[in-house]
């Protein structure tokens, strides 16, 4: 087949329909998901030694069960059977949360971290990645969620001035959606604060009070009158990120 020497032609016809790849090129591996676990383990552990009792105490401990049943019913290699598949899943559950505390520890006062410990949240809520408001003197931050209990804003960084910041945006937020509940998070670990691993399942056990459609038309609104703000220096969600895989256990 007769390879095109037009220069205006595709780019594809220029170098044929059977064009390879250099014959050293190779595809790059995709990690595996035992080694994934591997390092997720070894991240754990680095932060929480104790992972490594919980999980083998829940391992066996649910081993020793089945066999008590066993013997009970005189059917004890029925029940072994059963028994180590579910010890495994309990020990990865463990692995999994134990991860997750991890992960956000390592982030744990880095700016941005407040949005990180918010993109946990998944179905149903709406996510603002960028920080809604900004102290760009002393790096105070807001981030925003938008979900059936309504708008959420998680501040981070020195708790009055954090405060006064979150106060103001809910001022801004009660004009724009005057009927919309405005809740406020601080992250920390101080008094009335709220630790980063918490901060998801604390947005999610607010009382709902909007429909997933009044969720939707809230987003529309603010996303209408509202102006993104420039981020200052240091000031990254992407980085502050935790590890997906790490908080998933995978």
């Known amino acids: 087949m007769a390879k095109s020497t037009d220069p205006d032609a595709p780019q594809s016809a220029r170098k044929g329909l059977f064009s390879r790849k250099p014959k050293g090129e190779k595809k790059p591996k995709k990690q595996g998901r035992l080694k994934q676990i591997a390092e997720v383990f070894r991240m754990t552990r680095r932060n929480d030694p104790n992972v490594v009792w919980l999980m083998v105490g829940a391992f066996f401990g649910i081993i020793a069960v089945g066999l008590l049943i066993g013997l009970l019913i005189d059917n004890w290699i029925t029940m072994l059977i059963v028994a ?23 982030i744990e006062g880095q700016p941005g971290a407040s949005g990180a410990a918010l993109s946990v949240l998944r179905r149903g809520w709406i996510l603002e990645e960028q920080p809604v408001a900004v102290n760009p003197r002393t790096q105070e931050a807001v981030f925003r969620a938008i979900g059936r209990p309504g708008i959420i804003l998680v501040t981070e960084g020195a708790p009055a001035r954090a405060r006064a910041l979150a106060d103001g945006e809910r001022r801004r937020m009660n004009r724009i959606a005057p009927k919309v509940p405005v809740h406020i998070i601080q992250t920390g670990r101080g008094e009335g604060q ?5 901060v998801a399942t604390t947005a999610k056990k607010l009382p709902k009070e909007l429909t997933k459609q009044e969720v939707a038309a809230v987003n529309k609104r603010l996303s209408a009158l509202g102006t993104r703000l420039p981020i200052p220096k240091g000031i990254d969600p992407y980085r502050a990120r935790p590890d997906r895989k790490a908080t998933r256990g995978r």
């Open 194 to 198: 709220v630790p980063l691993a918490k």
């Open 84 to 106: 180590i598949p579910i010890g495994l899943l309990a020990a990865m559950f463990i692995l999994s949360r134990r991860a997750e505390r991890a992960a956000f520890s390592q």
